[in-house]
């Protein structure tokens, strides 16, 4: 009855609905700087050795599986396109979000639009080989739980770059924004995974770091997709209490992301640039 009530009062409709939308704001700022880190990383760290064929350099990276393999050219040219095309999406994936690019230079966004399904279809393929069928010796981490958890992501990231695709071409715009959005999620799960890990291990201090990564290997793109249904829903739902449970959800999300980004800059990236 209260809950009611509480629903019906304009003012109250209207902040839930402002601070949800404030919630998704200020979660798409934090996430596009973190990933524009991530960029900075890829390009202080593997710029160099890519423009000038100096593969060797990425044995100072600690903890690369499969990364330069001498007498490996195909294998390592293979790898080289995988970072090159990493840093694109990754910069570009993030743009395709903005409301005022979408609304003010829209021939930008179908253009960045292809470039960022082109390079994310292509990088999960070739994903998917570096995994499976690089040798010798071979790709992946020889560790079958965290090699399942990236080919499913590999998968989704085809599955849902197609189906964004598809929806765009019989001008279903809602249905692309949202297939775009997960596409743009599960795109982006390797990049969860690296934050997700940082965040973890400051906020438990280290506990249980092993098991935390086998299961975060498949959380990094299940979880982003289940915040986004629930955010969806929220969107959605008429009751002011689900509205604002959600944008406080999505604060406190937001900020072990911040916090795990800082962290993966100051542990595993910033060293290496
Ligand atoms: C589409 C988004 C992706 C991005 C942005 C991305 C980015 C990267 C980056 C930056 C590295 C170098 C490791 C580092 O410096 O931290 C890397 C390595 C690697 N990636 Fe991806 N990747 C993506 C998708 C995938 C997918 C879907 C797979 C597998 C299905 C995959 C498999 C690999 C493998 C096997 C390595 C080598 C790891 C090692 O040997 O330690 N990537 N990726």
Redesign the pocket.
Known sequence: MADAALNSAPHTRNFAKRALAAAGATWFVVALLGQWV?VY??AG??GHSIATGNFAEWAR?P?????YVAGDGAGNLF?AA??V???V??FSGALQLVPQVRKHAIAFHRWNGRVFLA??LA??I???W??WL?APPA???ENHVN?TA??I???L?IAFAVLAWRAVRRKDIAAHQNWAMRTYL??????FL?VGVMAWAISTQGLAMDTFFAAWGFGSYVVPLLVFEAYLHAKRSDNAVVKVAMAGGLFALTALMGAGIVWAYLI??GP?I
């Open positions: 991530f990383y890829i760290f593997y990276h903890s690369l599986i499969t990364g790898f995988h970072i095309l990493a840093f999406l990754t390079a994310t990088a999960a070739g994903g998917l570096l995994v690089r790709g992946g981490s090699d990236i080919t992501n590999g998968v990231i599960v795109t982006n799960g390797v990049w690296r595993m990236w290496l």
